[in-house]
Nanobody
């Protein structure tokens, strides 16, 4: 069993930055492909960024490229998402997940989510 707890969400003005963190317990983040997903009201959940078990392979949705950076700290068993140049359309609940295949949504464990609100 893996527990994932996100933190770092909040309200920020457009152009600002936030850093989301996901603390894992029960298993190592290096045991999974870790993903950050988001879901806005009335929209489907989408994969924003993912990182491989080794950390050597990264994925970003087109909407996140050049603005978001995913990273992990194996010693602290955490995964982070640095979000810069935020836009109102980034407003959503962001979820951390431990996955076999983030791109297909095949994830075994999910966090409770953290709200990100970007004001214009």
């Amino acid at each position: 069993q893996v527990q994932l707890v996100e933190s770092g969400g909040g309200l920020v003005q457009a152009g600002g930055s936030l850093r989301l963190s996901c603390a894992a317990s029960g298993r190592a983040v290096s045991d999974y492909r870790m993903g950050w997903f988001r879901q806005a009201p009335g929209k489907e959940r989408e994969l924003v960024a993912a990182i491989s078990r080794s950390g050597g392979s990264l994925y970003y949705a087109d909407s996140a490229k050049g603005r978001f950076t995913i990273s992990k700290n194996n010693a602290r068993n955490t995964v982070s998402l640095q979000m810069n140049s935020l836009k109102p359309e980034d407003t959503a609940v962001y979820y951390c997940a431990a996955c076999d295949s983030p791109s297909s949504g095949d994830c075994d464990y999910w966090g409770q989510g953290t709200q990100v609100t970007v004001s214009s």
